[in-house]
């Protein structure tokens, strides 16, 4: 398994776009993975397996790092980042 160069979070998932793939790879919240669901039930699995290429624009300049994210039309985006 892939580490996505982030510490779990107690409660927002964090996820790294792979840019060779198109994929994006998800570190699951400490609440989301203490609860028992298993993970491939989780929302936010599924939206990840959805992939990236229908919200491009919003992964901009974040591609390759870890962001924070939430769903939005059934997939991963990050979370926009406070200026």
Same mark, same amino acid.
């Given at each position: @398994? @892939? ?5 779990? $979070? %107690?409660? %927002?998932h964090v #996820?790294?776009?792979?840019?060779? /793939? ?5 570190? $699951?919240?400490? /609440? ?8 491939? %039930? ?10 990236? !290429? ?17 769903? #939005? ?8 980042? !406070? %200026?």
């Amino acid at each position: @398994m @892939m580490s996505i160069g982030s510490a779990r $979070h %107690e409660s %927002e998932h964090v #996820a790294r776009a792979d840019t060779l /793939t198109g994929r994006v790879r998800l570190l $699951h919240s400490d /609440t989301c993975v203490k609860s028992g669901l298993p993970r491939e %039930e989780c929302e936010f699995t599924v939206a990840a397996n959805r992939g990236i !290429a229908l919200v491009f624009d919003s992964w901009k300049d974040r591609l390759a790092v870890p962001v924070i994210v939430t769903i #939005a039309g059934g997939v991963l985006v990050p979370v926009p980042v !406070a %200026e």
